[in-house]
């Protein structure tokens, strides 16, 4: 009896930047002793939509120095999403002085090291105004 039974379905969806569009999902119920083997088995068809959005700001860093002085920061990062190096990009925002830099601008980040390997793994990114 079809309207007593329940159904649960798990969609693990992950992508790695904003995005968004539609996903059909089929989902084919067998009864486990059905008689007739050349019975249909009912299909439903699922249409959803997805949407990720950006997510929020990993990290801040905040630099000071004295007026006619350079500042500048040198620090490791790593890809702590996934166990794969991942690209990146370092960039100040479009309202920020000329003066600023970062360096580079972009690479690919190693991820995330066992913690006896986390120096000589990172890659070191430099700001300075």
């Known amino acids: 009896d079809y309207a007593s039974s329940v159904a649960s379905v798990c969609v693990d969806w992950a992508p790695l930047k904003p995005t968004h569009g539609t996903a059909l999902i089929e989902l084919i119920v067998t009864a486990v002793n059905q008689s007739d083997q050349n019975k249909q088995s009912p299909v439903w068809v699922f ?8 997510p929020p700001v990993e990290d801040v860093f905040v630099l000071e120095a004295p007026i006619q002085r350079v500042a500048s ?18 960039y100040f925002s479009s309202d920020s002085p000329f003066e600023f830099s970062v360096s580079p ?20 990114v430099d700001h300075q105004f």
């Open 73 to 90: 920061s040198v620090f490791s990062m790593f890809n702590n999403s996934t166990v794969q190096s991942a690209p990146f990009k370092a």
């Open 47 to 54: 249409e959803f939509g997805l949407e990720a959005t950006a």
């Open 105 to 124: 601008q972009q690479g690919v980040l190693p991820p995330l090291p066992p913690q006896s390997a986390e120096e000589e793994d990172s890659k070191k």
